[in-house]
């Protein structure tokens, strides 16, 4: 059901978020449906419009656009006559006409859209085992089943009791309710992480998480948050005034407020300052993309302020550097340059005397404060990503922006290996050898498309790793559906959210842990409930062919069997099942689980025929129904014994949990009804004793041959690479 719901939502995933678009038609401004827009048409683009139709600009002024989206790069991009403008960026700022080139499905979007609705289960080793299991319980059924009906048939006295000796024999082979326990575990951790706001779109994906050993991060909404912050305003020139700073500070208010469309640099360097009491501007010159400038001649309240000058510019240094004087520009060089190693972006605040006018910089200028801005990185970015190398995750950030601001992020993180980007521009994905070399080399992936994000993906999984990736925007979708694992943050688009296993709804990424533990619980927790039911499994198995073989009398009527199921796997497994754990994931699940279970069955096989095969005998001289009883009490306690190997080491609960399935055996034993009710009948004193003995026999000989299917372990214990090695 829940896989059927997650096709539909593909179904439905919508790219385009826009409902209309504003097109020019016989000279009328007209608004329709991104689906009605046609080829030549003209289109109006504005301040907060989402781009329908791939397009291309014929005018307009200081026209940007956020492509971060499509291309992972944060910074807005600037859009020129002549220049494409592509379907799913999103206008920050300015305004222009353009002329459809692509629509409909021949749009770029689209081969996005095609991606996304592509439908792919998250790889799960519990689900591809406990598949494989009842593939063979499926195939053993009908040899073993027809062989046991035709021995019960010739041993029994009649057709009644043969067939109920034979469905005794057939109902152990099914490892009734694995399946159920399984998912059960699953979303019982769908539900908790629920709590701490993480949506699970697929059960499996909770145990996929916590298998990762490598995890693929994106920069942009992942490490950070997708927005700007002023990491300081440095003053230049020799401080006369006293006030001086908080002249700053107002002058950048003022600008902010005399712009009439601000960018988002401006808005963000505004948010850092106090905008009270700002100053009311005479000429303004708005920024413009062209120009990489904005200032204003303000008011004549200015000179309230002593030393104050009228105008102030701020903007791009590389241009207002060239209006001040050769020997104020080394100092600012230098502070420039230190801030671009930093990967943070500079603008440059400058006054003059002269009167703004016709859009014109003035002659001279003189340097007053540096604004540095970065990126805002994730407070919980760095605790989270340490906490993956703890574990033997190794971490790679993979982003469409430049490799030196990626690689700045990722030092501010800490992130070893931070310094060992490359530029993906440079690399031929076409080349395997050459792309597999390079992303074993570097940690840092710089100017990525989306066609190289999943390849470096393939590139990793062709290397043996469990590839878990995140993403907030619509390239990241084919490498999201190409990993074993995708995360969506809370920023993503509905499209990213829609192919997504996990979404993080509060965006914090110290959920993180929390969803790795719950996957941790139920891996460890379903291999001991596993190892239970393959052993009744195995156990049955060889009944079934003993008895089948050798013409005796199936020695377990369907209601022992019951009993015995309940007792020592059913109720037992459903506790174990929700028990909390911290174990290491390692891969090869079935493989473990068959080391424990051929070997734990064939004993409590082998000791039930045996305890069985001498009450029966001579030696025990005991009835059907008493031997019977005995074989059920053999099978009852070495299925105990079983239980406490996978237990181990027990604590108290699980000490409690054993001496209450005694308990409820000895009730059952004592009690005549119940007694009665099972067809339990007390052997004599000879059978007990040599039945007894047959189970200390097993219990000497399973502590030789066999080896729990995992171990208990403090994970901080654990060596670095323990989930690689396995």
Not at 139 to 162: E, H
């Amino acid at each position: 059901v829940q896989e059927v719901r997650a096709k539909r939502t593909l179904d439905r995933v919508r790219l385009l978020v826009s409902p209309v678009v504003t097109v020019r038609r016989d000279g009328a401004a007209i608004e329709v449906a991104p689906d009605q827009v046609v080829l030549d048409d003209l289109i109006e683009f504005g301040s907060g419009d989402q781009v329908a139709v791939d397009a291309e600009m014929l005018a307009g002024d200081g026209l940007e656009v956020d492509e971060s989206a499509l291309t992972g790069e944060s910074d807005p991009v600037v859009k020129l006559p002549g220049d494409e403008v592509l379907s799913g960026s999103v206008v920050i700022s300015g305004a222009a006409v353009g002329v459809a080139r692509r629509v409909g499905e021949d749009a770029g979007i689209h081969r996005l859209v095609e991606q996304a609705k592509a439908f792919e289960l998250a790889t799960s080793e519990l689900r591809s085992g406990v598949d494989q299991v009842l593939r063979v319980v499926g195939w053993l059924i009908v040899p073993l089943g027809a062989l046991l009906l035709w021995s019960q048939l010739r041993s029994n006295d009649s057709i009644d009791d043969a067939l109920i000796a034979a469905v005794a024999g057939v109902i152990g082979l099914v490892p009734q309710g694995l399946i159920l326990l399984v998912s059960m575990a699953l979303a019982v951790a769908v539900i908790r992480l629920s709590k701490d706001h993480v949506v699970v779109q697929e059960l499996h994906a909770v145990e996929g998480l916590a298998r990762i050993t490598m995890f693929c991060v994106d920069k942009t909404g992942t490490l950070t948050t997708g927005s700007m912050q002023v990491d300081g305003i440095e003053l230049l020139g020799a401080a006369e005034a006293p006030d001086r700073e908080a002249s700053v500070k107002r002058a950048l208010a003022s600008l902010a407020t005399a712009d009439p469309s601000p960018n988002r640099t401006l808005r963000v360097i505004a948010d850092a300052v106090d905008g009270s009491g700002a100053w009311a501007a005479g000429s303004i010159v708005p920024f413009s993309s062209a120009r990489k400038w904005s200032g204003a001649t303000f008011a004549p309240d200015v000179d309230d302020v002593p030393g104050v000058p009228p105008t102030w510019v701020m903007g791009a240094p590389e241009i207002l550097l060239d209006r001040v004087d050769a020997a104020e520009r080394p100092p600012v060089e230098v502070l420039i340059e230190r801030a671009t190693v930093l990967a943070q972006r500079v603008v440059l605040l400058a006054t003059s005397a002269e009167v703004l006018a016709d859009q014109t910089l003035p002659r001279r200028l003189e340097p007053q404060a540096l604004i540095t801005l970065s990126e805002q990185v994730r407070d919980d970015a760095a605790s989270t990503m340490a906490y993956f190398r703890r574990q033997g995750v190794t971490v790679k950030v993979i982003s469409g922006d430049h490799p030196a601001t990626v690689s700045a992020v990722a030092s501010h993180i800490e992130l070893p290996g931070a310094d060992r980007c490359i530029d993906m521009r440079t690399v031929d994905i076409d080349d395997t050898a050459a792309l597999d070399a390079t992303v074993a080399e570097h940690v840092v992936f710089g100017r990525v498309l989306p066609d190289q994000k999943r390849a470096i993906v393939e590139s990793l999984q062709r290397a043996g790793e469990r590839v878990a990736m995140t993403g907030d925007g619509v390239n990241d979708i084919p490498a999201l559906k190409r990993a074993d694992i995708g995360v969506a943050v809370d920023t993503a688009t509905p499209a990213t959210k829609a192919v997504s296993q996990l979404v993080l709804l509060d965006g914090r990424f110290d959920r993180m842990p929390n969803v790795v533990g719950e996957g941790r619980r139920v891996i460890y927790n379903m291999e001991r409930v596993s190892a239970l039911f393959l052993t009744k499994t195995v156990y049955a198995a060889l009944f079934a062919l003993a008895i089948g073989l050798s013409g005796s009398v199936f020695p377990f009527l369907p209601r022992q069997m019951s009993l015995v199921s309940e007792l020592t796997i059913g109720i037992p497994a459903f506790a174990l099942s929700f028990r909390s754990a911290d174990a290491p994931c390692r891969p090869g699940y079935l493989e473990r689980v068959l080391r424990f279970a051929v070997p734990a069955g064939l004993v409590t096989g082998t000791v039930t025929l045996v305890a069985y095969g001498l009450a029966r005998s001579d030696i025990g001289g005991a009835t059907l129904e008493q031997s019977r009883s005995a074989s059920t009490l053999a099978l009852v306690l070495f299925g105990f014994w079983i239980l406490t190997m996978l237990m181990r080491p027990i604590d108290r609960l699980d000490l409690g949990l054993l001496v209450a399935m005694l308990a409820a055996f000895a009730l059952v034993l004592l009690i005549e009804p119940l007694r009665d009710f099972y067809l339990l009948e007390r052997p004599p004193a000879e059978v007990v004793a040599t039945t007894l003995a047959s189970v200390a026999a097993g219990i000497a000989l399973s502590l030789i041959h066999i080896s729990e299917p995992t171990r208990r372990r403090d994970s901080s214990r654990m060596p670095s690479s323990a989930c690689k090695r396995g």
